[in-house]
C-alpha cells in the first residue's frame, strides 16, 4: 500500500476547483481587461472622428464655392396664366336710323377707310381715333376733337385738307350749315365770337371740305361736304370681324358685329388683387408654348368684371388684361395656346443682391453670409427669383461670399 506521501497528484492543484478566493480574483482581472479595451477602442473612434472633422482624409480634398455679390434692380413678380387669341370681342353698333343693306363676313379684316356695312345702301365707313362720332360733321369753321379725326383720317388715307389752324390759334366763329344747298359752307359770315383751338381739336376748314366731297365722290354718295352721324364709325385701328351678330333688313341702329383687333395678343384673366397694380404700358414676359420667353406690354386692362370661366359655374370673378408681344410675327403662327405672363410687382433698383442660399441663419436670430474674412451679419431686404437685397458691414459690389457646394 502506499501512503500519501507516495500518491502524485496529492500536490496539484484542481483547475476545475480553485479555491473561492482566486476564483474571485481572476473575474476581477478579466472585467478590468475588458473595460480597459473598451476605453482603448471608445478613444480611437472618438479621435477619428475629430481628425476626420478637422482635415480631410485620403483622397479628399478641401473646395468651397464662392459667389460675388451684385449690383442690379431686384424685382418681385407674378404668373398669370394667358391665352393667345385676338383679345376680347365687342359688339359693334350702328347709329343710323336706316335699313341694314348688307353686312361682312366673319373673319373679314376692315381697315381705315373700309366699309363696314351699308344702311339703306349706303356705306358706313371705319375711321380711326380715340373717340366715337357724337354729332354731324357741318358747317364752316366747326371746332372739335372730332373734326381733328375727320382731318386725320383723310389726310391719311391721301386727301388734300390743307392747313389746321395750331393750338391757342384764334378762328372766325362757326357758320352752321343750313339744311339746303348742302355744300356744307351756307351761313358763312354769321355773326358771334372767335373761336380757339384746344389741344387736339380741329377745325373744318374750306379746304378740308373739299376734302370731304372728293372723299364722298369716290365713295359713290353725294357730295355735300358734310358727315352726318352714324356715316362713320371710331375704332382705335383696323378690326377683325368675329362674328355678324345683325342681318339685312334689320335696323341700322343695333348692334351688327362683333369684333376683334387684328393682331394676335393674349389675354390674361386677373383677379383684382393682381388687377390693382397692373398699368397700361407695363413691360412683362411671356412664357410660350415652346418655352421661349418674348417680351411684351400690357395694352390695356379691362373695367368689367367677368367670371374666369367666360360666365359657365362660378369661378373667381376677373378682369381681362389684353398683352401685345414686342414682336407680333413670334405668335403668329400660332390660333391659340396657353402662356405664362410675369408682370413685375415691387422693384428695388440699384442694390446689392446675393442669392438666398448664401444666407446663414445665425442662431441669435437674423441672418449673416459668410465671406473670406468671417461671418458677416447682414440685413435682407426683397426676395425675387432666387436673389435677396443685402447690407452689412464692409460688403461691396464683388465680395465674394461662401455658398453651398
Do not use: C
Not at 134 to 148: E, K, N, Q, T
Not at 159 to 182: D, F, K, M, N
Not at 213 to 235: C, F, N, S, Y
Not at 294 to 314: M, Q, Y
Amino acid at each position: 500500500m502506499h501512503s500519501k506521501r507516495d500518491d502524485p497528484t496529492e500536490f496539484i492543484p484542481r483547475v476545475s476547483d480553485p479555491p473561492v478566493r482566486r476564483r474571485g480574483a481572476l473575474r476581477w482581472l478579466v472585467a478590468g481587461l475588458v473595460l480597459a479595451s473598451l476605453a482603448l477602442v471608445g478613444s480611437g473612434i472618438a479621435a477619428t472622428r475629430h481628425r476626420a472633422a478637422a482635415e480631410p482624409g485620403p483622397g479628399e480634398t478641401d473646395t468651397v464655392a464662392t459667389t460675388a455679390i451684385e449690383r442690379r434692380d431686384l424685382s418681385t413678380t407674378r404668373t398669370l396664366p394667358g391665352a393667345i387669341g385676338y383679345g376680347a370681342a365687342r359688339p359693334l353698333a350702328g347709329h343710323l336710323a336706316a335699313t341694314v343693306t348688307w353686312l361682312p363676313r366673319s373673319g373679314a379684316t376692315i381697315k381705315r377707310g373700309g366699309q363696314l356695312w351699308r344702311a339703306d345702301d349706303r356705306p358706313v365707313v371705319l375711321f380711326y381715333g380715340g373717340m366715337p362720332m357724337y354729332r354731324d360733321i357741318a358747317g364752316l369753321h366747326l371746332v372739335g376733337r372730332d373734326v381733328r379725326i375727320v382731318a386725320d383720317n383723310l389726310g391719311t388715307l391721301g386727301y388734300p385738307i390743307g392747313r389746321q389752324p395750331s393750338t391757342g390759334e384764334l378762328v372766325p366763329p362757326h357758320a352752321p350749315a343750313r339744311s339746303t344747298g348742302g355744300d356744307g359752307e351756307s351761313g358763312a359770315g354769321a355773326g358771334g365770337e372767335q373761336q380757339r383751338v384746344r389741344s387736339g381739336e380741329g377745325v373744318l376748314t374750306a379746304a378740308l371740305i373739299a376734302a370731304i366731297k372728293r372723299w364722298q365722290t369716290d365713295l359713290g354718295v353725294p357730295a355735300t361736304g358734310t358727315i352726318p352721324m352714324g356715316h362713320v364709325e371710331v375704332a382705335s385701328g383696323a378690326i377683325r370681324v368675329e362674328a355678324v351678330t345683325g342681318q339685312p333688313g334689320a335696323p341700322a341702329n343695333t348692334p351688327l358685329l362683333s369684333v376683334t383687333a387684328v393682331r394676335k395678343v393674349i389675354t390674361v384673366g386677373a383677379e383684382l388683387a393682381d388687377a390693382a397694380s397692373i398699368k397700361r404700358g407695363d413691360r412683362v414676359k411671356v412664357e410660350l408654348p415652346d418655352e421661349r420667353t418674348v417680351p411684351a406690354r400690357v395694352l390695356a386692362v379691362g373695367r368689367d368684371l367677368v367670371t374666369a370661366d367666360n360666365g359657365v359655374g362660378t369661378g373667381p370673378q376677373v378682369l381681362a388684361v389684353t398683352v401685345a408681344v414686342d414682336k407680333p410675327q413670334t405668335i403668329a403662327n400660332l390660333d391659340s395656346g396657353e402662356v405664362q405672363v410675369r408682370f413685375a410687382g415691387r422693384t428695388a433698383a440699384d442694390v446689392l443682391v446675393a442669392p438666398v442660399e448664401a444666407l446663414v441663419a445665425l442662431r441669435e436670430g437674423g441672418y449673416a453670409v459668410q465671406t473670406p474674412t468671417g461671418l458677416v451679419a447682414v440685413r435682407t431686404g426683397m426676395f425675387a427669383d432666387g436673389w435677396v437685397e443685402i447690407t452689412g458691414d464692409g460688403l461691396t459690389e464683388g465680395t465674394e461670399l461662401v455658398v453651398p457646394a
